[in-house]
């Protein structure tokens, strides 16, 4: 049972554009959303992260918006640069360290 | 402050045999987690280790199994290998795991290939 979808599964954006990861979870007991990025033969990174008290959290050109109501994420990538061509996973948890996952969104930014 | 490393970087295996990973965490972290990624299935949580006990475990069969030892390292280890656990398996470690907000961080993984 995936409790954490992700859309889309890959998007294309320009250089300088807005990029779009939306999420959506089931569980009520997840009360930490972070925001993984990962290249190509490495691990994911933690870019950002968000508690559901929080509607929205901003570092740098990276936001999460958070709706507690309608259990919806989403993470907004400024001014998208070629260096930000990833794949950035959504995530959830509750108290313990069982991270689940979305399934993923595969960026690319073309120059 | 070194991350997490794990070992060996690449593997392959046939069929029936087993594999052991090993994962070191970054110095001071007692929580190791294991995770598997495949295209198919994606992320998926495989089992916690905090202090030498396992605190959690995923929905794993029993041929998956791990270890952490007194210096926070920790094994993995996967027995009587099939096809289908070809994946990047991945430790993370993190200061502790009562706390929802703990930070996860990830070594570059194990890529498993059984033929």
């Not at chain 1, 990276?62 to 996973?89: E, R, V």
Request: net charge positive; hydrophobic share 30%.
């Amino acid at each position: 049972q995936q409790q954490v979808k992700q859309s889309p599964q890959s998007l294309i954006v320009q250089k300088g554009g807005i990029s779009i990861i939306n999420c959506a979870y089931e569980n009520t007991a997840f009360d930490y959303f972070p925001w993984y990025q990962q290249f190509p033969g490495k691990g994911p990174a933690l870019l950002i992260a968000i508690r559901p008290d929080v509607s929205e959290k901003k570092e740098g050109r990276f936001t999460i918006s958070f709706n507690k109501s309608a259990k919806q994420f989403s993470l907004h990538i400024m001014d998208s640069q070629p260096g930000d061509s990833a794949t950035y996973f959504c995530a959830a948890k509750a108290a313990g360290n069982k991270l689940t996952f979305g399934g993923g969104t595969r960026v690319l930014v073309k120059p | 402050k070194a991350g997490v490393t794990q070992t060996p970087r690449y593997l392959i295996k046939t069929r029936g045999q087993q594999v052991t990973l090993s994962c070191s965490p970054i110095s001071g972290h007692r929580s190791v987690s294991w995770y598997q990624q495949t295209p198919g299935q994606g992320l998926q949580f495989l089992f916690e280790y905090f202090s030498e006990t396992q605190r959690n475990k995923g929905n794993f069969p029993g041929r998956f199994s791990g270890r952490q030892f007194s210096n926070s390292r920790s094994e993995m280890n996967v027995s009587t290998l099939e096809l289908g656990d070809s994946a990047l398996y991945l430790c993370a470690s993190s200061l502790d795991s009562t706390r929802s907000n703990e930070k996860l961080f990830f070594g570059s993984g194990t890529q498993l290939s059984v033929l």
